[in-house]
């Protein structure tokens, strides 16, 4: 029996089971008895958090057949029946349980609501507003002009050569790295001097020149400038020697010795120019933070760095007491990391005291454990603070285990070992992943090929004439734009493609109709009625006006969809309505949209999949194509050069042409940022190529590669074929035990899902009549007054009386209808979590008769959408039939101010 370890962390390679064993881990814990709530578990992205919970439920739902099973068995020293016996008690758990599955971004934001007034903040702060970056440019530059700082802005903005937008970038760089930034010093400095040194010692040359006979026409020229700056443009100012060239001739110690003073007066005018940038960057931070915190404390407005920012701050400024408040608050007793590598050491310094805590053994909790999972060659985020060699470091802060995982449980062997042969000698420290047994497949072929885009049409065609299904066919590009270029060439192939772009809400046609058509209310231009009709295929005809200041945002929306029929099957729809409700009036929605980042809803996208290889990380594709560059990659032109050693942030340097000729400490900064880069791509490259299970074939430019520092060869191995892929065939489903799982109210997830169908107040109404439903024991008046109690307590606060009233009422009618009543009767379970084709749903009502039939029956509290809910309880109804095998009916019970109407579906 192998001992569980509390501290373990896993460095391991792309596709080896990181995630894996993070589920692995997480479910170990629930099984050796930690509580759901207590268990933090960070991501960091959105997408990965919720494919972490959805993972987690599949997993324990058949367990019995998957492979995690075996490990987690492992993991807690049970043998697999002792964990199969306390699945549904675990899953039931976890399922009630408010669990910590979460991005480290919205972690922080908790912390930070929680501790909201240290930092004279709002606790309901908002962390996405469209209007974000322009408000705080124009407060930003108000302080500036009330301090009198405009002058060293634009200075600022002449000596970097950037535009003061690309200042603000700087400034948020700097803001951001303020406590790295802390331990030095800055001091302006005059810059005269130096330029009239060198100016004395070019004086010298020239005489020098001047005394001598053989001295060319062209020398004399060569030694000829203005003033500091022509002098600093001259090529031979950068030599070692003037021993070469024209001056040749000419040549005398004394000449290098005056090129030695103009280089040190030249390196010293660069430095002293350095600090006054650097001195001026930091007069302007403070009233960039200014801006900010204005922001933050009229408007409640913050970003996610700001909030990162001022939980650190927060966290550093807390007494011990405080701080015991907030451990104990916390009450995180487990904390599992995923994709550490990708860390900022702001971040880590944020959760270093509370990983402390837990693995400290004392204190709040006595078996308390920390795990991370991560790879340092797959950290591409260098330039947003990430440094790879955090990972030693907090394993060594706290004596973590640090396991590797050799075997590569995602690709086919032709992949795997060309991954190795590639990166072996490429990547510090590479250790060839292991082939499984069964993987002795797989497919890799590089092409080079001067018209990438007609060689990716036929790649994307010869896999489809495979059989290749498109949805498993991935297109991985450098950039967004190149994204854009690619997606128009399939398209014009008609070969469906899916970007991040096409999946975006605002750019669904019905949503666009909607958009002209309020563009058209609110503007009057022509344009906009013609294309509003023209994307709803219907005759142009008059549209009435609409007085904004007398009829809600969201209800100009609602009768425009329900006059012009736009609904139909449209699941967009409703979720713009959900979008739109969040928009103060109508101005904030036609000026802010474009920054709208809600998806489209996914059930109908299909298509070949382009997306960036940054995007790409943590996914898994059958067959992926690796696109060269389409333009030719930019130079580095960051203004400031960051020099790190390890994590410590050591120095930074003011990048300046020609500098690294005489500055010695300059020219290795540079050189240490020019191999972090060529690091980044080299590691961006290893994730592309590891996204593929079966196929990969790589396209590349003979010419300017991207992939030129990995010197492939045209080459192919392996034999290309597409496999069908098992996650296509229908799931088996078991029969499931309702008796067994109780899940609790579900209020926040209704919310969630309820959020799609009508404005705030009506979601919370509907919120509060389904919770008292759900809280009747019966359906009987007595039950009817517990249960309105219960629902008071809850959601009193945010309910008028008269819908109280309301409410009452028509539960009042309700269980008073003969005909529900006789639908309810048999044993009924309310709120009963449902997962079917990996969608997770909550049924209002089932019911089971005595006959062993059942009934699906949905609670509305109005009429709209009727054809959804409709299709909504269908969807149901399948869903029980299919896994309880018996006869089953659906119900939409509309629970009406004046009527009880039940429909049959
Ligand atoms: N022990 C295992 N047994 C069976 N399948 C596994 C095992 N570990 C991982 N897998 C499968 O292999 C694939 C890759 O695993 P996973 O995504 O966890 O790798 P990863 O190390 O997180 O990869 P990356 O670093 O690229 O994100 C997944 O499809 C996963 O289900």
Partial sequence: MSKFINNLAYEASAGSGKTFMLVVRYLALLFKGAEPAKVLALTFTNKAAAEMSERIVETLQALESRMELYEIAKECGMSEKEILAKRSQILAEFLNAHTKIMTIDSFFAQILRKFSLYASLMPDFSTANAQHEVKLMSRFLKEVSVANKRKTLINLSLESNKRVSDIFALLDDFYLKKEELSHLKFQKKS????????????????????????????????????????????????????????????????????????????????????????????????????????????????????????????????????????????????????????????????????????????????????????????????FRGGVSALFGEVAKEHRTEVKKLLTNYRSQKEVIEFVNRVFADKIKNYTPQLVRKEAQGGFVEVIADEELLDALVEQVKRLIDL?????????????????????????????????????????????????????????????????????INQEVRAVANVDFNSVRLVDVVKRCIEEYRLFQDDFHLIRFLSAVSKYADIEALLFEYERLDTSAAAADISGVRVLTVHKSKGLEYEHV????????????????????????????????????????????????????????????????????????????????????????????????????????????????SFENIYYGTQSDLLALERQNEEDLQAINFGIALHYTL???????????????????????????????????????????????????????????????????????????????????????????????????VRYYVKAVKEITGDEVRGYICYILADTIKIETV
Avoid at 691 to 711: G, Q, T, V
């Fill in 774 to 872: 759900e809280m009747m024991q019966e359906f009987t008046q007595e039950a009817l007054l517990d249960a309105k109690d219960m629902m008071l307590n809850k959601y009193g606060f945010m309910l008028t009386e008269s819908e109280v009233d309301d409410i009452q009422q028509r539960i009042e009618r309700l269980v008073t209808t003969p005909e529900f009543l006789t639908l309810t009767r048999g044993v009924c379970y309310k709120e009963k979590a449902l997962r079917y084709k990996n969608n997770l749903r909550y049924l209002d009502l089932l019911v089971k008769h005595e006959k062993g039939e059942w009934s699906v029956i949905d609670y509305k509290s109005a009429m709209h959408f009727t054809e959804e809910h409709r299709k909504q």
């Fill in 191 to 382: 810059t005269q001097a130096y330029e009239e040194e060198a100016m004395q010692g070019l004086s010298l040359l020239q005489n020098i020149v001047k005394n001598c006979k053989e001295a060319s026409a062209t020398l004399q020229k060569a030694v000829v400038a203005q003033n500091f700056e022509a002098l600093k443009a001259k090529t031979w100012v950068y030599k070692e020697s003037l021993n070469y060239w024209v001056f040749k001739k000419c040549f005398t110690p004394e000449m290098d010795a005056q090129l030695h003073v103009i280089q040190n007066a030249i390196k010293a005018h660069a430095k002293a120019k350095e600090q006054n940038f650097f001195y001026a960057l930091n007069e302007l931070v403070e009233l960039y933070k200014k801006a900010k915190k204005a922001l933050y404390v009229d408007e409640g407005e913050l970003s996610f760095s700001d909030v990162t920012l001022l939980v650190y701050e927060i966290l550093h400024r807390l007494n011990e007491s405080e701080f015991l408040y907030f451990r104990l608050d916390a009450t995180i007793e487990h904390m599992l990391l995923d994709e550490f590598q990708d860390t900022s050491v702001l971040q880590y310094e944020i959760l270093k005291p509370l990983i402390t805590e837990i693995t400290s053994g004392a204190g709040v909790c006595s078996e308390g454990s920390f795990f991370f999972v991560g790879d340092v060659k797959q950290s591409i985020y260098r």
């Fill in 625 to 736: 194509i690796v696109m060269d560059r389409l333009k030719k990659a930019p130079a580095p032109r960051d203004a400031i050069i960051y020099n790190y050693d390890g994590i410590k942030l050591q120095n930074l340097y003011l990048r300046t042409k020609n500098r690294e000729l005489i500055d010695h400490d300059y020219a290795y900064a540079l050189a240490k940022e020019k191999e972090l880069i060529r690091e980044d791509s080299l590691n961006a490259l290893y994730v592309a190529f590891t996204r593929a299970r079966e196929n990969l074939i790589i396209l590349a430019k003979p010419k300017d590669s991207m992939f030129a520092l990995l010197d492939l060869q045209p080459q192919s191995f392996g034999e290309l074929r597409s496999t069908c892929k098992a996650r296509n065939v229908p799931q088996v489903h078991k029969k499931l």
């Fill in 467 to 535: 059989g290749a299904d498109v949805n498993d066919i991935a297109v991985l590009c450098a950039t967004n734009s190149d994204g854009q270029v690619i997606k128009n060439r399939l398209d014009a192939q008609n070969i469906e493609v899916v970007t991040e772009t096409t999946t975006k809400l605002i750019n669904q046609r019905s949503v666009k109709a909607v958009l002209e058509y309020l563009k058209y209310l609110y503007f009057r231009e022509e344009i906009y009625r013609q294309n509003f009709f023209a994307l």
